[in-house]
């Protein structure tokens, strides 16, 4: 495996001349600004004096613990990626870091350089995804719940369509699949046009049956039903001055989208009930999980509706083909929903983050933002795994083995995540046959991660896996 060139800011502290040699070889050509040093005091000095995307550390060092050096940086910058280097005998105190800040800790010596390079390769990721956090924040503000968050090649392509289409007012359609972010965009593209200081008025189309989307749209005159006892007006009154977004436009029935197709040729409507013309001067963007062309050939969307509106077209991705943007989501939420319930849940293990970009995600956008939720409410303060997320590759196998005995399980949440873990791992390790390595690759968490795990919970995996082949 070879490293990427990567525009990237790396110390790393060790007085071993060949643990020195070995970082200089494998980083040297591969990172902007590569330092190495041998003590804590030039460690101090350096880290004084760069910002660094990534700080690699020796455990023991002849001037002190790299340990403590870890908690110094950790005060200063509290997402400062920095990863261990220890002994076998120290694997605990490590841990026990990890649950404090620390990205991952290696093990000496390093049996595998690839694993290694990988591990580095994904802290400098979440740095940088840290920072596209922070730039968000700055942009949008803290309480921003609408993270335009992504620099995959597709979203790159999609923001440059929307930074040349959203001055123009005219009409667009954006197609994606539900949970994908069509209202985020439409949310963007208003505040990127000359309407921005008007209303955008967001329409659900297929959340209404047909006679209360029309009331909605068009409002309604005092007596103008049962039930209408005051004149109130529409989304197309409201929008005037604005933006109009119609989401899942395909929904809308026949008779609607005959009165849609004339209040956007004539710029006129009535409300229900009323007998004089109205005007509403809205730009309009609409949204569909469904092919418009494919729905016109079923007889299901009106061919002149469908040429009206389909004037700039804009594809928005799925998350699973922008996986570099999942891991940048997935903190988003995670400081969003920490701040949201006053909680100070994660970081996100090694493992979780390999889960999460390698789940398919069907719902998309919003079932990452959900499943981040979830981790946080069920959190007690601490790291969030895989498990955590739902994403746990073994999580059947172990519901399986736990079902005994279901009206006497434990009701303390402390008590039942562990005896989940027990089983899962004990799945885990059976399926494996007992070898770490594939243990590791089946559950998408980091070997020293799956080391520490099963330690903590005295399980011997090659009896285990004498017990799978048994």
Known sequence: MMMPMMDARVLVVDDDVFTQQLFRSLLERQVSNL????????????FRLTDFNLVILDQRLPDGNGLDFFTEIHAERPRQMAMLITGYADVHDAVRAVREGLFDYLTKPFENLEELEAVIIKALEMDRAYREIKDLRTIFGEDSDQPVVGTSPKITQLLSKIRLAAPLDTTIVMYGESGSGKEVFAKLIHSLSERSKGPLVTVNCGALQESLLEAALFGYEKGA??????????YLDRADGGTLFLDEITDMSPKLQVSLLRVLQERKFDRLGGTVHRTSDFRLICATNKSLEAEVKAGRFRP??????????????????RREDITP??????????????????????????????????GNIRQLRHAVERAVVINVGGLIGPVD????GMAG???????EG???????FRQARDDFDRAYFRALLKRAGGNMAEAARLSGIARQNLYAHVNKLGLDAAKLGLEAGA
């Open 304 to 321: 002149d509706l469908y040429y009206r509106i389909n004037v700039m077209a804009l594809n928005i991705p799925a998350l699973r083909d």
């Open 35 to 46: 330092q190495i040093v041998g003590t804590l005091d030039e460690a101090r000095k350096a």
């Open 397 to 403: 196998e172990a519901g399986e083995e736990g079902e």
């Open 329 to 362: 989501l997935a903190l988003y939420f995670l400081s969003h929903f920490n701040k949201k319930f006053g909680k100070n849940a994660g970081p996100f293990t090694l493992g979780a983050i390999e889960a999460m970009e390698a789940a398919p995600w069907p």
């Open 225 to 234: 039903f049962t039930g209408a006892v005051k004149t109130t007006s529409g």
């Open 389 to 392: 997320l739902g994403l746990a």
């Open 406 to 412: 279901e009206a006497d399980a434990p009701l303390q």
